[in-house]
């Protein structure tokens, strides 16, 4: 299945056909959108996506394994971004104590 490419956005949400690909445009918050553009914020899409009944132990060995240590102590920094239920898996990644 391939991956749908959705960008959040401060404008109005809408759905943008360019040749076979369809982009989707989809409004969120300003803080939402703070962390934009650094690992952190893709982080947070991430695990915003997939919910929090869906981030199993598995998963996060695997964003242990996967992200270097250096990006994971930046994600400290933007724990305040991330909604509450996200950060004992924030800190964990960033290798703090819970």
């Known amino acids: 299945m391939p991956a ?9 949400s809408r759905t943008v056909k360019i040749g076979p690909t369809t982009i989707q445009l989809r ?9 934009a553009g650094r690992l952190s914020g893709l982080l947070i899409q991430a695990l915003r996506q997939l919910g929090k009944e869906h981030i199993t132990p598995e998963r996060r060995a695997h964003l242990r394994r996967t992200l270097p ?8 920094k933007d724990i305040r971004l991330a909604p509450a239920w996200m950060h004992p898996i924030i800190r964990e990644l960033a290798g703090e104590a819970a």
Do not use: S
């Not at 409004?27 to 962390?35: D, P």
């Open 4 to 12: 749908r490419a959705v960008f959040l956005t401060d404008g109005p």
């Open 27 to 35: 409004r969120t918050t300003a803080r939402n959108m703070a962390a």
């Open 69 to 76: 240590a250096d990006q994971r102590r930046e994600l400290a």
